[in-house]
Each structure stands twice: as structure tokens, then as C-alpha cells.
């Protein structure tokens, strides 16, 4: 086979690189940014490590696994989970759990939880359209507007009446409030325990770590792994790709390809066809929408701040989303153990006036909203940065469906590109679904035939597990705790 070209390093791009090098054919992988694991990389600033959103490992694929120890070896360690919700100035543990929830929530604000999940069972909203809609049939309004409704539209940025229902299925599968109480009070038997993992797995230096070894792997077969370099124009001829037109340090240049595994956003694929793709196809593409995320890194002057790995934020009255506790994820992320880096998690779209804030306004924010929060005083930040990531997270509007199948429709005409990961199939996957989209692709082009693009199922398998009893111990799960959770609760990756 003629050299593949793979747009973008990260999870799935890298991975389908790996997996080339495998059977002896040579890639070459092109990425935008200056570092290679996309939106699972690990930056660097002053010796601190810190994830670009936090990436717990833990899978049902087990070729997605095996990968992870044959790159990683030793460095793939098992930590701790802890992570709690921050609302109306409490902390409660998360996943939720019934006596904790009750004593804080009290009495009677947990009476008219109950009341609501009554009344939505009696009178449920049809048709079921929104997620808005979704969650409160299953758990009731009064415990959406609690627990799901700030966090959700911190996320998105847009109501929760205007995200669809999908979205919410895919997200938090087979839950309900009775069988989170049920949980919580008495447990589960007979191995239908579903519990959120309160042990994983991950990279001692961050999952940038595992990337960094990928990349120089592939590298070591012979294949080329480029950076900050974009792809500009996907030349087809005839119903097939043969090359890509790049651009890097203010020059173009052509790479010929045999064949294409896209990673980069499925709207700037279409947009930079070369010849341009059907109308129809273009204009559907440039609906698809994204959110993209800022991450704010503080150096605080203290060795211990809060034990978790992370916190959600479900104040309304604060812009930043969650907090990571880099130190907590690994000590080894931190360069002074005397001291902490948290990292504060801002999700905007690009162009936006947070987005436009200058890094010090940023910086100046996210110390005061620590404070206001009640983790830290703005006097124990000593140092910042922060880290830009446009196009993290593909929006689920309700019309994405009908672009997205008519995209999709029309890439099916040129068989020689394989589109894969997050954004080059607008899919919210995880990290690992989208390595193993890559995994697909690479079979695909060997003769095989996957459909990458149901890969994402099962979703909520990244939160819970079965456990054969109440008694076994693994890498994570318990009984006897309930999962309820919003959009970003739902999972971290």
C-alpha cells in the first residue's frame, strides 16, 4: 500500500499510525499544534505536567487496553478516584450517595426531589425531544435543575431545551432515581451493580506521556510524524484522495497519499475538498457546531488543597466548570511537592469574550473564583498559565443528525478516506471509542469492512462496570452507590 497520510496527532491519529507501523506500512502523521495527544496531551509549564481535561483510563475494549500497556509498561499506574460536586456552597460526594446528598440537601428540599420524580413519572413530557426533557422524566425536574441544569449549560453554552435528547441517551444510560436511592440505601447482589469506577488506571507523567511514546514508536517503523503543520486542501481525483496540500512555516506543500485517515473537525475536512464538495454537503458542514475550552493552570503556594482529582462546579454563580487537582491525578505531575497545580476548566466558543480575555484577565478570574469558591485565597496563587483549546467538544443541536448523514453519505463516495476520532465524526467519543474508530480504519483499509461511525456505544461503560458481588475488589467499583450525574458528570474524558 501507498503511504497513508493521518491528519492529526492525537488518540485516534496516532494510534492509527501505530497500528500501520504494525503490518509494515508507513505513515505520515500531520498535526496542527506544537505537541502531539490533541485534546489528551500533557502540557508543560515550570516543571508542572497538566492535562488538557482530565482522562481517566479505563475501557471494555481490549485491544484499546493491551496498547496502553504495551506503550506504557511500568508507567501505567492505578490511582485513586475521589471527585465531588460544588453546589450551593457544599460539597457532595459524586457519585451521589443517599445519606451524604439527604444531610446536605436536608429535609425538605429532598421532599420536593421526591415530589418532582413523582410527579414526571405520573405526567412524563411527550414527545421526548430535549435533554432538558429527558433528564427530568427520568429523575424529575426539581433534581435536573439541581444537578444537571448549571453544569450542562456551563458546558454547552446553550439551554438545556435546545440540546437534544440523544445526547442525554447516549450520556447517562439506563439510570433512574429510584434505582440510585435503591443503591444507596441497600446495595445491589446477584452482579448488577452499576457504580461509578472509583480506581483507574494512568500515565505517571500524564496521558501526554503515552502519546510522546506512540509518536516516537511510529517514528522508530519508519513512518513521520510532523508538527505544526496544517493541512490546507485534501486533493481527490475520480472518487479517490491522492494527496494533501500542507502549509508550515509560511510555505505550502503537497503530500501525495494513497489513502487518508482524517481526524481534524468533519466540517474543515469538507470545507478543504479540492474540488469542492457538493453544495448541499458544504452547507451542512458549516452547521456543525463546537464548544471549545480553556483550561487555567495556578501554581498555589500550599502542598495540600482539596484531596480530589477533580471537582465539578455547579454554581451558577461562577464561570469556571471543574477544577483538577493535577498533584492528585499523579505526583509526579508536580515539580515542588510544597506546592499545588490546579487546573480550572472554562468552556466557551472560540471568538467569545472569555476566549478573547487576555491570559492574565484569565488568570486574574480563575484566582478569584477559587477564593470565592472557598479552596484557596487569591494571596496563595503565586503563578499561572494558561492553555487554549478550540473545537473540544462536537455540539449535539437538533439538527446535527441531518448534516451529519448527508456528510457522511457523500464521504462514502471516496473510499480511500477513513474519518475517525471525536471530531472527525462528530461524535462525542472517549478516548478510548476513538482509538478504536482508528483501530477500524486501519482494518479498513487492509480490505476489511467496519463501520466506524456506530463504534459509539455502550457509552456509559466509561462510568460504570458489573461486578460479579458486592464483595470483589478491582480497579475501581463499589456497591451500594447511585449514579446520577449531568452532562460533564457523566464522563471526564
Request: one cysteine or more.
Amino acid at each position: 500500500m501507498e503511504r497513508v497520510v493521518i491528519i492529526g496527532g492525537g488518540p485516534a491519529g496516532l494510534t492509527a499510525a501505530y497500528e500501520l507501523g504494525k503490518v509494515g506500512i508507513r505513515s505520515v502523521v500531520l498535526e496542527k499544534g506544537s505537541r502531539v495527544g490533541g485534546l489528551a496531551r500533557t502540557e508543560e509549564y515550570k516543571g508542572y505536567r497538566m492535562d488538557i481535561g482530565g482522562h481517566r483510563f479505563f475501557t471494555k475494549v481490549g485491544e484499546v487496553e493491551a496498547l496502553w500497556r504495551e506503550v506504557l509498561g511500568p508507567d501505567f499506574v492505578k490511582r485513586p478516584r475521589l471527585s465531588r460536586i460544588y453546589y450551593n456552597r457544599k460539597m457532595f460526594l459524586y457519585p451521589l450517595r443517599f445519606g451524604d446528598a439527604l444531610s446536605k440537601l436536608g429535609l425538605a428540599e429532598s421532599a420536593r426531589i421526591v415530589l418532582s420524580y413523582v410527579r414526571s413519572w405520573l405526567l412524563p413530557d411527550r414527545p421526548e425531544h430535549t435533554f432538558e426533557e429527558w433528564v427530568s422524566n427520568r429523575f424529575g425536574r426539581r433534581l435536573f435543575e439541581i444537578f444537571f441544569k448549571s453544569y450542562t449549560e456551563k458546558v454547552w453554552g446553550i439551554p438545556c431545551s435546545e440540546i437534544g435528547a440523544q445526547w442525554a441517551a447516549q450520556r447517562i444510560q439506563s439510570l433512574s432515581l429510584p434505582r440510585a436511592v435503591w443503591s444507596a440505601v441497600f446495595g445491589q447482589r446477584g452482579g448488577k451493580v452499576k457504580s461509578l469506577i472509583q480506581e483507574f488506571h494512568y500515565p505517571r507523567l500524564g496521558p501526554g506521556m503515552l502519546w510522546e511514546r506512540v509518536a516516537e514508536i511510529v517514528e522508530s517503523r519508519g513512518s513521520t510524524v510532523r508538527l505544526n503543520v496544517e493541512v490546507v486542501r485534501v486533493l481527490h481525483r475520480g472518487g479517490r484522495v491522492n494527496g494533501v496540500v500542507i502549509r508550515g512555516d509560511g510555505c505550502e506543500e503537497t503530500i501525495e497519499a494513497g489513502a487518508i485517515i482524517s481526524t481534524m473537525p468533519v466540517s474543515d475536512l469538507i470545507a478543504r475538498l479540492d474540488p469542492p464538495a457538493p453544495d448541499d454537503v458544504r452547507a451542512g458542514a458549516d452547521r456543525l457546531t463546537y464548544r471549545d475550552f480553556l483550561t487555567v493552570a495556578l501554581i498555589i503556594n500550599r502542598a495540600e488543597v482539596f484531596p480530589d482529582n477533580w471537582i465539578y462546579v455547579h454554581a451558577p454563580d461562577v464561570q469556571v466548570a471543574r477544577i483538577q487537582n493535577f498533584k492528585n491525578w499523579s505526583l509526579d505531575m508536580t515539580a515542588d511537592p510544597a506546592k499545588t497545580c490546579l487546573g480550572l476548566e472554562y468552556f466557551c466558543t472560540e471568538g467569545d469574550a472569555l476566549w478573547r480575555l487576555s491570559d492574565a484577565d484569565l488568570i486574574h478570574l480563575a484566582s478569584n473564583e477559587l477564593e470565592r469558591i472557598g479552596l484557596a485565597t487569591t494571596s496563595d496563587v503565586i503563578d499561572g498559565v494558561v492553555f487554549r483549546q478550540p473545537k473540544a467538544y462536537p455540539v449535539y443541536t437538533g439538527e446535527y443528525q441531518a448534516h451529519l448523514e448527508n456528510i457522511r453519505r457523500f464521504l462514502a463516495l471516496i473510499p480511500n478516506v477513513q474519518t475517525v476520532g471525536r471530531n472527525g465524526l462528530h461524535m462525542y467519543n472517549n478516548q478510548d471509542h476513538s482509538m478504536l474508530t482508528a483501530m477500524l480504519a486501519v482494518r479498513n483499509l487492509l480490505g476489511e469492512q467496519h463501520d466506524v461511525w456506530s463504534v459509539n456505544v455502550e457509552r456509559s461503560y466509561h462510568e460504570e462496570v458489573r461486578l460479579p458481588s458486592q464483595t470483589q475488589s478491582e480497579t475501581g467499583p463499589r456497591a451500594g452507590q447511585p449514579v446520577l450525574g449531568g452532562i460533564g458528570t457523566a464522563s471526564l474524558d
